[in-house]
């Protein structure tokens, strides 16, 4: 039987207002089960999984069919194959020229608890880490993310989600703006390359984690308020910022990104649901819905955020970009 293995990172961005060196790992990022006023608490513990048994990894024999596209490829959970999660959320920034996201660190405490007490029942709380506005420095996420090269298999699946800002950057070759950065709270807006967590920055160092499957959710948009000390004089309503990074992020064999929005687009929020309307959506259909697969679920996410951004008189439309051939089963 054909074998293969697959490597998930989710990476959510929400809101809009928008090589490893000497890094040591924060244990005060590490995640338990009691909660605090977000659902998120920072304890010490041992980070170091316990992992039972051989890792087997098969390929279905049949594809799965997700409106009309064949997906070749499954990946279930067991207890040799383990799901690594990541979540990060800035509302509020050091440097204030930043917009406030309103709901962000909620919303990465959501995906946290979703990832915990779902029914899908399939992740280890040591394998669940967060980082919360002050704790989400560059610094920090560097960090977490030499954790995930520390202990993730080739066998097994790391999600990553951000929720807060994003940023554009001008290509000085064609004038054209490319959705680039992920704002962090200790980011500098005057200096987006240095402060902040580009797109090729995240690729490379994903590109070093062994697990193979990487699914990357961005609740997010890069045309924010944030985006005017790079529009360079040009008027706002005439930016079109291209997907470009975003798709080569996802070039890579076994990636996804499920994008809250295309790279234009706003990414609503709502004071009804205290959150992003695609992570509400996500996480109730992989929670409630049946939706056991990350495809079902999404498509099922993209159609409701739709219509409730239509209802408040904006356009949005979460997409899939990445490797179309790869799907995750939420339960063993």
Not at 63 to 83: C, H, K, M, T, Y
Not at 180 to 203: H, M, N, P, Q, V
Request: hydrophobic share 40%; net charge neutral.
């Amino acid at each position: 039987m054909k074998q293969f293995i697959l490597s998930l990172a989710i990476f959510a961005l929400t809101g809009c207002a928008g090589t490893y060196s000497s890094w040591e790992y924060d244990s005060k990022a590490v995640i338990d089960r009691n909660s605090r006023e977000m659902g998120c608490s920072n304890t010490s513990d041992d980070n170091k999984p316990i992992r039972r048994g051989r890792a087997v990894i098969t390929s279905q024999a049949d594809p799965i069919f997700d409106g009309g596209l064949a997906v070749a490829e499954l990946w279930q959970p067991s207890n040799a194959r383990q799901i690594w999660v990541l979540a990060i959320g800035v509302t509020s920034y050091n440097d204030v020229s930043f917009p406030r996201v309103p709901f962000a660190s909620r919303d990465a405490c959501r995906f946290r608890d979703w990832s915990l007490h779902a029914n899908i029942n399939v992740i280890n709380r040591w394998n669940v880490h967060v980082l919360l506005d002050e704790m989400a420095t560059k610094g920090n996420v560097l960090a977490e993310l030499h954790w995930l090269k520390q202990y993730a298999h080739g066998e097994d699946a790391v999600l990553i989600y951000f929720a807060g800002n994003g940023a554009p950057e001008l290509d000085r070759n064609d004038g054209g703006f490319d959705a680039k950065y992920l704002s962090l709270y200790d980011s500098d807006s005057s200096r987006l390359f240095e402060t902040a967590l580009g797109l090729y920055e995240l690729a490379q160092e994903l590109d070093m984690v062994k697990a193979q499957l990487q699914v990357v959710v961005i609740e997010a948009c890069f045309s924010g308020s944030v985006s005017e000390k790079v529009l360079h004089g040009r008027p706002k309503e005439d930016l079109e910022i291209r997907p470009k990074l975003i798709n080569r992020f996802g070039a890579k064999s076994g990636r996804v990104i499920l994008s809250a929005a295309t790279a234009w687009q706003i990414a609503n929020c709502s004071d009804e649901i205290g959150g992003g309307l695609f992570t509400h959506f996500l996480l109730y259909a992989w929670k409630y819905r049946g939706g056991l697969l990350l495809s079902n679920g999404f498509s099922w996410a993209k159609e409701q955020t739709r219509r409730a951004a239509e209802k408040r008189g904006s356009v949005q439309e979460p997409t899939r970009y990445g490797d179309q051939k790869v799907d995750l089963m939420l339960e063993r």
